[in-house]
């Protein structure tokens, strides 16, 4: 055993290595080595904003145009960035070059917070610069300062030696000349080059040229005052950002600056329909600096079916993406954008119905999918999300259970909302609810089954029916009394029927229908048919088929006041075999209201009727 030694407790500070640090940087900092041209560049607009702002507080009075420019030479590997901002001290190269991770920009923004808190400044965390070194063997930076200090060159080879010393440069900036390494050779082409300022400087606030060209939008429409932009603008702007295609149907601009700084315009795109197509649509900025196409990881799923732009410098991007759901910020701002939309749809259906309508089947698996996903947002437009109605037009929840609430009142008062699936099928069913005085509504999409049990589940006070899973006169009211059949009548008819259909899982209720052209139906309950749909979806996933039949348990309604059926009463005792056709006519009838027949038994169904024919001739 080993002897008991006393530990002796002591505090210490871990050291760094740092020059084990640099190549990690290098490697690990981003994941694209692209975006080296956004961290220089936004440097550059950085620099211009600074010597801006100090010029707007008169701490500076000189020419304070600004433009970084981004030039490249092939022959001798070099791409070089620079502007005529700020500029920098040696003092000040060392203080923030040298300290990695010390941010300059950072300091900036405090000294003059008490101004205006938010400068424009793009820089955060005092990485970016070394950035430039995933690219290159070594950097060079020549810089003269605002302030008239002598100009300063400092060139490191990414290794923690540097040096420093004076540079002839004569105009107030900064340049940055990076010299590329072997294998990032590939970025020494004007179409490369192009490309990447594209994508991530394209609406960044300072000119940006290359080529001869300014690239840049300065003055992107999310960043101006909503009630100064016009429609045309908004459309404009759409298709700037996603090509050439439909029009938006409408959209959303955001604009806040407390509790945190969020713009962006949200648009909805004419077609939702394909909910996974549309994806990655939304661009996400900080200070109108491209950061990514990938937003799931900031808004809720089913925003994320939404197009255009959201900039905000509140949303950290140097955090490991699973940890920005927790953010407080994120939620926050994730929230707002919900709510936002939420508001929309409700300004919409209040002051604009008529639109709104009209945008209804395009947007409507957005609003369900939201819904279904977020209960936030379910409580904020459930109240005006729209139900077609089967003869035209649209309705509310609330417009129905208003309408309908005497007509439609079902077991324990709730208000039963009819509807059919599929209009087609069911038009027998449909004109039977009609002839009765009820409504109905379509709900025909894949959402609908998910929408329908989200609803249920928050609204105690509704009931989805569908049209076909009870007969007309019991749709509202299962219970409800419907005039008594005889009852050695039923006996005889239930008799027959069992005998020719000859399947266990159909059940056979004679009842007397309103409707008496009607001589039988198949009716299957929407709590059966309900809990079918549900196993299937889950067995779908195994592969099991045997689930399906379990639950094919239907019933056959035998309309007791239909012509043909009152004859099978009366010739019963006397013809037996023409009774059993009869009744095997009638099953046959009432299974194509819910599907096609199969080939033998529809050959079968036409040979019967031939004879049935005969007789009558
Ligand atoms: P950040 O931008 O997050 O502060 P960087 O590593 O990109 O970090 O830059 C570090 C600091 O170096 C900046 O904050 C700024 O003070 C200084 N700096 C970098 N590029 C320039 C430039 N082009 N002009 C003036 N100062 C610069
Ligand atoms: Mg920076």
Same mark, same amino acid.
């Given at each position: 055993m080993a002897k008991k030694e006393k530990l002796v407790s002591e505090t210490g500070e871990i050291s760094i290595h740092t020059e084990n640090i640099l190549p990690i940087i290098k490697k690990w900092l981003y994941a694209d080595h692209e975006i080296f041209l956004r961290e220089l560049v936004s440097n550059g607009v950085d620099a211009i904003s600074k010597l801006k702002h100090l010029a707007s507080l008169g701490e500076y009075s000189g020419d304070v145009t600004g433009k970084v420019t981004v030039t490249f030479d092939k022959d001798k590997k070099e791409i070089c960035v620079k502007d005529d901002g700020i500029g920098m001290t040696a003092e000040e190269i060392k203080k923030y070059i040298n300290q990695i991770a010390f941010s300059g920009a950072e300091e900036f923004v405090a000294k003059y917070k008490k101004d205006d808190a938010n400068s424009g400044i793009i820089g955060h965390f005092g990485l970016g610069f070394y950035s430039g070194f995933m690219v290159s063997e070594s950097v060079e930076i020549h810089t003269k300062s605002y302030t008239g200090a002598p100009a300063a060159h400092w060139t490191s080879d990414g290794s923690t030696k540097f040096t420093i010393d004076a540079s002839d440069k004569k105009e107030r900036g900064t340049e940055i000349i990076l010299h590329i390494d072997k294998d990032n050779e590939d970025f020494l082409e004007t179409g490369k080059i192009r490309e990447i300022l594209t994508k991530y400087c394209r609406f960044l606030p300072v000119e940006v040229e290359f080529d001869g060209q300014i690239i840049n939008d300065t003055h992107p429409t999310w960043i101006k005052t909503p009630s100064e932009v016009k429609d045309e603008e908004y459309k404009d702007f759409y298709q700037k950002l996603h090509g050439f295609g439909p029009e938006p149907l409408f959209w959303i601009h955001l604009n806040v600056d407390y509790p945190f700084r969020l713009t962006g315009i949200l648009y909805f795109p004419k077609i939702m329909h394909e909910m996974d197509i549309n994806k990655g649509q939304i661009q996400l900025y900080c200070q109108q600096v491209y950061v990514s196409n990938n937003v799931s990881d900031i808004l809720p799923e089913f925003l994320t079916l939404l197009r255009g732009v959201i900039d905000s410098p509140d949303i950290p991007l140097n955090v490991s993406r699973s940890f920005l759901q927790s953010d %407080?910020?994120?939620?926050? /701002?994730?929230? =707002? &954008? +919900?709510?936002? /939309?939420?508001?929309?749809?409700?300004?919409?259906?209040?002051? *604009? %119905?008529?639109?709104?309508?009209?945008?209804?089947?395009? &947007?409507?698996?957005?609003?369900? @999918?939201?819904?279904? $996903?977020?209960?936030?947002? #379910?409580? %904020?437009?459930?109240?005006?999300?729209?139900?077609?109605? $089967? *003869?035209?037009?649209?309705?509310?929840?609330?417009? @129905?259970?208003?309408?309908?609430?005497?007509?439609?009142?079902g077991e324990?008062?709730? $208000?039963? &909302? #009819?509807? +059919?699936? *599929?209009?087609?099928?069911?038009?027998?069913? #449909?004109?039977?609810?009609?002839?009765?005085?009820?409504?109905?509504?379509? #709900?025909? =999409?894949?959402?609908?089954?998910?929408? &329908?049990?989200?609803?249920? %589940?928050k609204r105690s006070d509704i009931k989805f029916v569908r049209v076909d899973s009870n007969t007309v006169d019991k749709l509202i009211n299962p219970n409800a009394i419907t005039v008594e059949v005889n009852k050695e009548q039923a006996e005889v008819l239930e008799k027959v029927f069992k005998g020719a259909i000859n399947n266990e899982k159909v059940k056979i209720s004679v009842e007397n229908l309103t409707a008496t052209d009607i001589p039988g139906k198949i009716i299957v309950s929407e709590e059966s048919r309900r809990l079918k749909e549900m196993m299937r979806t889950m067995t779908m996933m195994q592969g099991d088929k045997s689930v399906d039949d379990m639950f094919d348990e239907s019933t056959l309604v035998v309309n007791v006041n239909n012509d043909l059926v009152r004859k099978i009463l009366i010739m019963e005792p006397t013809r037996p075999e023409l009774v059993k056709e009869l009744a095997e006519h009638i099953w046959d009838l009432a299974s194509m209201g819910q599907a096609p027949l199969n080939g033998p038994r529809m050959s079968a169904f036409m040979k019967r009727m031939n004879k049935l024919m005969a007789l009558i001739s």
């Open positions: %407080r910020n994120v939620k926050k /701002i994730s929230s =707002h &954008i +919900t709510k936002k /939309i939420g508001d929309k749809l409700n300004e919409l259906y209040n002051n *604009d %119905r008529e639109n709104y309508e009209k945008y209804w089947k395009d &947007i409507s698996p957005f609003v369900k @999918y939201g819904m279904v $996903t977020d209960e936030s947002f #379910l409580d %904020r437009v459930q109240d005006v999300a729209l139900l077609e109605k $089967t *003869d035209g037009g649209f309705t509310s929840i609330k417009e @129905y259970v208003e309408e309908n609430k005497e007509s439609n009142k324990g008062d709730k $208000t039963i &909302i #009819l509807y +059919t699936n *599929d209009k087609n099928k069911q038009a027998t069913y #449909l004109d039977q609810v009609k002839e009765k005085g009820l409504k109905a509504v379509i #709900l025909d =999409h894949l959402i609908d089954n998910h929408f &329908i049990s989200m609803v249920e %589940r």
